[in-house]
């Protein structure tokens, strides 16, 4: 494996070159996106498309986001394309926004888990960019890292998570957004979110229309995204979100773990309470929590933190998509 640095803003042609050899071959390059790390492989080509999922040890029902460079590449992954997709892309691609999408005969079965749709993304990253136009194909690139744990957000975490299992990673430094991108499902009747990011779903309904969200029905019908019922997002120690109102109750929980000898983080919009082993101070404002997010968990993994204790995020609708991975992260 190796690891070469590129300039986020002016990708090196050589450099970006041979990554688009290794894709060409049917290997694996780590990439940069502005959400997160991807993983990479040549979409069309099904043995390398095998081994990202070998690689992630990523089960074979959850579908992979198809990434391309611009919108009319997006549109030949669609047998039938829709008219809203045009207008979610013309405002947001380049962006953290996939959209599902009719799949298109072309594209390998293994990508889409079997579906008759497919995930499209234009990322809004020079090197992902440069990277799809030199590859000159589609690339299939779930998040890179080991199937439940945190997703990367710098080539380190990549290399921690994935070192031995890809040929080239693209060291871009960090991404910017640091959540991973909204997921619209376009196949129905209506448009239906299925996972919130960093683009606001009033943003989305401006141009879209009413969304319906995934989920928001109790005891609603099997989700259509496999990859959202399972735990996701999660560090290695267990973690709890405690509502900010009611901080005693975090105090309690550090006391009990620590007198359990337990090694306790925080994730902590407020002052620390007594007794965390590490604590990660977070940003007041969605976007900069985003980008830090999971940079925090993945240093308290690496602190061997057994508890993790987090306050509660705000509810207003920017912190949508903080919620859903501080949720998923919770989940037993
Ligand atoms: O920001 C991102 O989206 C990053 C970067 C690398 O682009 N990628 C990413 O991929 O997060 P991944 O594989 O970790 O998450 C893909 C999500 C999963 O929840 C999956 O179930 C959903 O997209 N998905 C993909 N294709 C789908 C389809 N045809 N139908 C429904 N959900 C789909
Ligand atoms: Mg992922």
Redesign the pocket.
């Known amino acids: 494996m190796s690891t070469l640095r590129v300039s986020a803003d002016a990708p090196d042609e050589s450099v970006i070159g041979r990554a688009a050899d290794v894709i060409r071959r049917g290997g694996l390059v780590a990439f940069p996106t502005e959400t997160?790390y991807g993983l990479g492989a040549d979409a069309l080509d099904e043995r390398a498309v095998a081994r990202i999922f070998e690689a992630k040890g990523r089960p074979s029902y959850n579908p992979l986001i198809t990434h391309v460079p611009d919108l009319s590449a997006a549109r030949r992954l669609s047998r039938t394309w829709p008219a809203l997709a045009d207008r979610l892309g013309e405002a947001f691609w380049p962006g953290p926004l996939t959209l599902i999408v009719p799949k298109a005969d072309t594209i390998p079965d293994i990508v889409t888990a079997g579906l008759d749709s497919v995930g499209v993304r234009v990322p809004a990253h020079p090197v992902a960019l440069a990277l799809l136009r030199a590859a000159d194909t589609p690339l299939a690139a779930?998040?890179a890292?080991r199937?439940t744990e945190v997703?990367p957000t710098t080539a380190a975490h990549v290399e921690r998570g994935l070192g031995d299992r890809v040929e080239m990673i693209l060291d871009g430094g960090p991404t910017a957004v640091g959540i991973?991108s909204t997921v619209l499902d376009l196949t129905g009747p209506r448009p239906v979110l299925l996972r919130p990011g960093s683009i606001s779903l009033d943003a989305l309904e401006a141009v879209a229309g009413p969304i319906e969200r995934s989920g928001a029905v109790e005891g609603e019908a099997p989700r259509r995204s496999p990859?959202m019922v399972d735990k996701?997002?999660a560090p290695r120690g267990e973690l709890v979100v405690f509502p900010r109102a009611r901080r005693e109750e975090m105090r309690t929980a550090v006391d009990a773990a620590k007198g359990r000898g337990l090694v306790v983080g925080g994730l902590l919009l407020d002052t620390a309470p007594p007794g965390l082993d590490q604590v990660m101070m977070m940003p007041s404002d969605a976007a900069g929590y985003a980008r830090e997010l999971y940079a925090a968990l993945h240093r308290l993994d690496g602190e061997g933190c057994d508890l993790i204790v987090v306050d509660d995020v705000p509810a207003d609708p920017e912190w949508a998509g903080i919620r859903d991975r501080l949720q998923r992260a919770a989940r037993d």
């Open positions: 997160v779930p998040s890292n199937f997703s991973e990859g996701h997002y």
